[in-house]
């Protein structure tokens, strides 16, 4: 039997049986199809990161339970071995993981961390999030790093090289007026949304060790309950859930005042941030429609629920989105629809 992971898929029977069913598919449906497969095991990956001493030290932070499905999060390290070479780095999981399932990690070098869970999770487990993330994150710190990526047990970053371009982009994009941020922080357009009011995504970040400390560190564990109701944007954001949580708290610490509007969140993501393309770093979530690699990309109409996109960060960055009309009346509209514009 042939599967659909690695070299046989290139040019096996598998290839051609999926392409066939694609081509019908297309007829049926009629849309243009794609695919693209990734091998499950990093054996399978002929992909590697040239070294490079000359970067400042970096901590890779895995912040989550183990994803054992497969073997998940222990093949994960194992490509991160080879693309990025000579990094530390951190597993931060909890007690309650059998050492059995630890024990491979430390076997390939990794610093475990066996945290204790909270008592309260928090919405949507948030408070999981936190202590992991940044307990992981200071032991890097401990261990040296100058630089953090702090990512989940549950995604994988395929990309190569991808030390030197994000360092890169932040010499590119420096701090208009650095402060207490050293540098920007580089974050994923998935999980960034354009209508969600300063909702930069949590998932997976890189930046300075003291900047990515107090990102994680400004915020306190959040044990409220909140009602479950009807609310619209603005309303959701200013309840200040997960990633608005996060970032709110972030953005007092480093003195920005918030004024809840569109051009307010944009304007930090371009002040404070820089947004890349989740294809930029080749990353792989199998969760939540998983079979789609653009899981918010539709071409039936336009939406400012869409992510943000590297291009559409560089407006922001440039002031050029700021001299068009703000879609402000989305955040208190039921619909999240921008009409075509009249001609």
């Not at 070098?109 to 307990?135: C, H, K, M, R, T």
Request: with cysteine; hydrophobic share 40%.
């Amino acid at each position: 039997m042939i599967g659909l992971n690695g070299s046989t898929f290139a040019s096996g029977l598998a290839r051609k049986s999926l392409e066939g069913l694609l081509s019908v598919w297309e007829r049926i449906f009629q849309a243009n199809l794609t695919y693209h497969a990734r091998p499950r095991n990093a054996g399978d990956m002929g992909i590697w990161s040239a070294p490079r001493p000359d970067l400042p030290p970096l901590g890779l932070v895995l912040q989550g339970p183990v994803l054992r499905s497969n073997n998940f999060t222990l093949e994960s390290v194992k490509l991160y071995k080879r693309t990025f070479p000579g990094t530390t780095i951190v597993l931060s999981t909890w007690k309650s993981e059998p050492p059995s399932v630890l024990e491979p990690f430390k076997q390939l070098g990794v610093e475990v961390l066996a945290n204790d869970p909270p008592a309260n999770p928090g919405q949507q487990n948030f408070n999981y999030q936190l202590i992991s993330s940044s307990a992981g994150i200071a032991r890097a710190a401990e261990m040296g790093a100058q630089y953090v990526m702090k990512t989940r047990t549950d995604q994988r970053v395929c990309g190569v090289n991808l030390q030197p371009l994000l360092m890169n982009l932040l010499e590119t994009f420096p701090l208009r007026t650095p402060s207490v941020q050293k540098r920007r922080l580089i974050v994923p357009g998935i999980g960034t949304l354009k209508s969600r009011l300063y909702g930069v995504s949590d998932m997976l970040q890189f930046g300075h060790i003291d900047d990515m400390r107090l990102y994680w560190g400004a915020a306190q564990t959040d044990n409220r309950v909140l009602p479950n109701e009807k609310l619209t944007r603005r309303q959701f954001a200013m309840r200040r859930v997960c990633e608005v949580y996060l970032a709110t708290e972030f953005l007092k610490a480093i003195g920005h005042k918030l004024d809840w509007t569109l051009r307010d969140s944009w304007q930090s993501f371009g002040d404070y941030f820089c947004i890349v393309d989740s294809s930029a770093l080749d990353l792989y979530w199998p969760k939540y429609d998983r079979f789609r690699e653009y899981r918010r990309l539709i071409y039936s109409q336009r939406s400012v629920d869409e992510p943000v996109t590297f291009l559409e960060w560089m407006t922001y960055y440039t002031g050029e989105v700021f001299r068009h009309e703000i879609p402000e009346w989305i955040l208190d509209a039921e619909s999240s629809v921008l009409e075509p514009p009249k001609r």
